[in-house]
């Protein structure tokens, strides 16, 4: 079993609907819960993080946090052309148990006009 | 805050010669850096660790005498691709984790660099 488990998509939607992201994951040592975004070509870009459960929020983004079922949601309100990217989550435990980072295959997203 | 430099972003090279790739942590210090390849349409695949000051860490399969890999300073890593091949022409991006708001264990990454081999 991979530890962060990701639907690839591709995932299309009109603009200015409401857009969810999910990651499972199986490794209850995680805290950190991290969303990127990708654009073709280029590095991931640190949308927002979350430390252990919860709900962030972030302008149009919401990040949430499960862990007692071990999912995590990145939501987009009024989705825009300009998020059409690969969506990528990640996952961490703390700094002190070492350096690893768990990635998703990513969510390959288009909104369309 | 916590913004990480990479180049070149792009870089073409004939068969046979090294090309070395610069990761800058600009406004953060960069404890252990990390170095990813990408393949198109592919998820990210590490390749190596790095902590200032000591030897990089290598992940199965991957060639440390082809990359190599140099973290001399807390804000500055490198990574050497030597003797490079056409089947080594793919993006690599670099990674950094520093100290981002009470120590959270999160990556900036860099912009990437697109290495073409002729």
């Known amino acids: 079993q991979k530890e962060v488990e990701q639907d690839p998509g591709p995932l299309s939607v009109p603009e200015g609907a409401i857009v969810s992201l999910n990651c499972t994951y199986s490794?209850?040592?995680?805290?950190?819960f991290m969303w990127y975004r990708q654009y073709s070509r280029k590095g991931p870009e640190l949308l927002m993080y979350?430390?252990?459960?919860g709900n962030k929020e972030d302008g149009r983004f919401t990040a949430q946090v499960d862990k007692s079922s071990k999912y995590i949601s990145l939501f987009i309100r009024d989705s825009q052309p300009s998020d059409s990217a690969t969506y990528l989550c990640?996952?961490?435990?703390?700094?002190?148990?070492?350096?690893?980072?768990?990635f998703g295959t990513g969510t390959s997203l288009t909104v369309i006009p | 805050g916590a913004v990480v430099s990479q180049h070149p972003s792009w870089v073409i090279c004939k068969s046979g010669t090294s090309v070395k790739i610069e990761c800058r942590s600009l406004?953060?210090?960069?404890?252990?850096m990390f170095w990813y390849r990408q393949f198109p349409k592919q998820s990210l695949m590490l390749m190596a660790t790095?902590?200032?000051?000591?030897?990089?860490?290598?992940e199965q399969g991957v060639e440390k005498d082809k990359f190599l890999i140099n973290h001399a300073s807390l804000t500055l890593s490198t990574l050497t691709v030597t003797s490079a091949h056409p089947e080594d022409s793919s993006f690599y991006i670099c990674?950094?984790?520093?100290?981002?708001?009470?120590?959270?264990?999160?990556?900036?990454f860099g912009a990437g660099s697109r290495l073409t081999v002729l």
């Open positions: 790095s902590n200032e000051g000591s030897k990089a860490t290598y």
């Open positions: 490794n209850s040592a995680f805290q950190y």
């Open positions: 990640a996952m961490s435990a703390t700094r002190n148990t070492g350096n690893q980072f768990y």
């Open positions: 979350t430390y252990s459960s």
């Open positions: 990674s950094a984790r520093g100290v981002r708001q009470r120590g959270a264990n999160v990556l900036t």
């Open positions: 406004d953060f210090q960069a404890t252990t």
